[in-house]
């Protein structure tokens, strides 16, 4: 069973550690750098990626330890988030279903200036 790992509690500490003498995002920069060149010295702290798709340690959606359970939640989110999608609008000059002619936007309209 996949758990938590180094990569982990890197990413966990780089993200939420408090840097409480920070006044601001820049102040901060030091102590991130020192974090980030940590992984010089630890490879494991080391972000492996979505390279290689055989390498077992990727495994960059898990959802628990059933992967059939998570996969079952995932059609499901699915099969609720389609019907919720709004259709594309028909093309330039076609007809609707109404029998209605469309129009081409104008740039204003669309939110884009010249």
């Known amino acids: 069973m996949q758990g938590i790992g180094p990569y982990d509690y890197f990413a966990i500490d780089w993200g939420y550690r ?11 920069r030091p102590v ?3 974090l980030a060149r940590s992984q010089d010295a630890q490879p ?4 492996i990626g979505d390279g290689d798709p055989v390498d077992p340690r990727i495994i960059t959606e898990a959802l628990g330890d059933d992967p059939v ?3 079952g939640y995932g059609v499901r989110n699915i099969k609720r988030l389609v019907p919720m999608l709004i ?3 028909p093309a330039t000059g076609s007809t609707t279903t ?3 002619t469309t129009c081409t936007p ?3 309209a669309s939110g884009r200036g010249k």
């Not at 408090?18 to 901060?28: G, L």
């Not at 494991?44 to 972000?47: A, H, K, L, P, Q």
């Open 69 to 71: 359970k998570a996969s």
């Open 18 to 28: 408090r840097i409480p003498n920070a006044a601001s995002p820049d102040a901060e």
């Open 87 to 89: 259709p594309p609008p």
């Open 32 to 34: 991130l750098d020192s």
């Open 98 to 100: 109404t029998g209605s």
């Open 106 to 108: 104008s740039s204003s």
């Open 44 to 47: 494991w702290d080391r972000w």
